[in-house]
């Protein structure tokens, strides 16, 4: 296939040809820049006739409580334009009244013909008849219908899904027939500002293309949601409804995403799963009917998002910080700590928690993993250490976990600590309903402080302060003396619970 790989060169040579006519003459310029874009042309025209015929038409007779895209509740809502939102409320309304009128025309609801009424694209990803979707177009589907480009028509049944990543994979019978299957490519590979091809049905549009660029790669935090398990590319090709689960593809046909949200119409603003993430999940899918997840039990953030803290450890630029640990889950037994920063995963460095969650996600559960960790000690100088754990397999309760670490607040500055302790003693323990244990108890937290902004709460139990255990106010101000408020103090403490820690900061002001 002939392709453009020097975007630059045809960006420079369009330039000078539409800002300096002169610099071509004119039997050279029509011969030039016409042949350079028919080659453009071209290659764009090849793609879809490679890519088309392995794009599949996804039709679904949703059940009745099927929580769709047009339901508020839904956390892909907000995402969506008011114009969308608006012709999803009025096709919901006809479909019921669709429902309605077919059901007093219908003697038997079993006897009912099917009613197609979501849509969405997908991938085959094996000859056999193995398509890659979204879950969201899928999910809760009591019929499902494949089309393929030369209209033939099949029944669909759903191989497997996986919430998390917002994949499934969809199984047809061809009778034998070996369909056509796409060329899947290696999104590590993948660079910022190379095009970027869109296929897929949207708005009952059949293999719609369109095209553009790759806008951005890793974009973490789409969905506000901690259980997602996944980054996406950013992408300019124009994505509308029912593009969810078609490929978005590169010059050479090799498909490098899955379509799934889309940030307003027409704003040119798309957001595409990672194929090798959609890959290594989807073989899971078709082997096992599901995917099981490693995890290690422990909130994270980034070190460079925490300002806090990186004051503590200028000699790093990069690294996952330890937030929490999870009680009862994989890291609770191990040797690490809150306040640890984890820097490499089996030797593979890690820089983001989306990083660490790659690094972690195929693990085989229950066999040991090594961190590199660099870790404070009671001076705060840092050292390196190696920390081995086994991870887990992710659960419902670790779901419930996430989804609650992530309601609580996220630590601030200000101007004061405005925390008193006190010795822990059996009545306070009866007061604030926490296990008598070693370290010192909060018992008022002054509202507006660094300490309650850091969520740190009356009855939480503080066990070290920088790294140096404390038992006693007296060891409690000792080590806080020890310290530079300015820079910051480590505070580690449990809460309900859970292992964490926090920087408690002062302003200056």
């Not at 820049?33 to 088309?52: C, G």
């Not at 899918?285 to 039990?297: S, V």
């Not at 405005?418 to 323990?429: E, I, M, N, S």
């Not at 070290?464 to 038992?471: G, K």
């Amino acid at each position: 296939m002939r392709s453009i790989r020097n975007n630059a060169f045809f960006a420079a040579l369009v330039a000078v040809s539409l800002v300096c006519p002169g610099a071509f003459s004119a039997e050279k310029q029509g011969s030039s820049a016409l042949n350079l874009a028919r080659q453009l042309n071209q290659a764009f025209t090849e793609v879809a006739d490679q890519v088309s015929p392995a794009v599949v038409v996804i039709l679904v007779s949703q059940k009745p409580s099927r929580v769709d895209l047009d339901d508020e509740e839904n956390p892909l809502w907000d995402l969506l334009p008011a114009e969308f939102r608006k012709q999803l409320e009025q096709q919901r309304e006809k479909q019921r009244k669709d429902n309605k009128d077919k059901d007093k025309k219908e003697e038997s609801p079993s006897r009912r013909e099917p009613i197609y009424n979501g849509r969405g694209s997908g991938v085959v990803i094996r000859e056999e008849g193995y398509i890659l979707t979204n879950r969201h177009v899928v999910d809760e589907a009591e019929k499902i219908l494949v089309r393929l480009k030369d209209d033939s028509e099949y029944e669909g049944e759903v191989r497997g899904v996986d919430a998390q990543s917002d994949l499934a994979v969809v199984k047809i019978d061809a009778k034998g027939k070996k369909l056509p299957t796409a060329k899947l490519g290696d999104s590590e590979k993948v660079k910022v500002g190379e095009f970027a091809i869109a296929i897929g049905a949207p708005f009952d549009l059949d293999y719609s293309v369109t095209f553009g660029h790759v806008s951005a790669k890793g974009r973490s935090g789409i969905l506000n949601d901690p259980t997602m398990d996944q980054d996406f590319i950013q992408t300019d090709a124009n994505i509308n409804p029912g593009n969810s689960g078609g490929p978005l593809v590169n010059i050479e046909g090799e498909v490098i995403g899955i379509n799934t949200l889309i940030r307003g119409l027409r704003t040119g603003i798309g957001f595409s799963i990672p194929i090798n993430l959609a890959h290594e999940i989807s073989d899971k899918l078709i082997t096992d009917g599901k995917f099981t997840r490693a995890w290690l039990g422990i909130r994270i953030e980034a070190l460079r998002d925490d300002a806090n803290y990186r004051t503590l450890v200028p000699e790093l630029s990069n690294g996952v910080v330890v937030k929490e640990i999870v009680p009862g889950g994989p890291a609770a037994s191990s040797k690490l700590k809150p306040s640890d920063i984890i820097t490499a995963v089996d030797g593979k460095p890690v820089a983001t928690p989306q990083q660490l969650k790659n690094a972690i996600r195929s693990k085989t559960i229950g066999s040991p993993v090594t961190l590199d960790v660099h870790r404070l000690d009671s001076r705060l100088a840092g050292k390196n250490i190696k920390v081995e754990l086994k991870p887990g397999a992710w659960s419902d309760d670790a779901i419930q976990v996430a989804s609650n670490r992530h309601a609580e607040p996220k630590p601030e500055s200000a101007k004061s600590f405005g925390l008193t302790v006190q010795t822990v003693t059996k009545d306070l323990a009866e007061q604030f309903g926490v296990d008598k244990s070693e370290g010192v108890i909060a018992t008022e937290v002054e509202r507006g402080s660094a300490a309650e902004r850091a969520g740190i709460r009356a009855g939480d139990i503080i066990t070290t302060v920088n790294n140096q255990t404390v038992s006693s106010p007296a060891q409690f101000r000792e080590a806080i003396k020890k310290g530079d408020p300015k820079r910051g103090i480590i505070i580690n403490f449990t809460s309900r619970n859970t292992s964490k820690f926090e920087v408690l900061k002062e302003s200056g002001d």
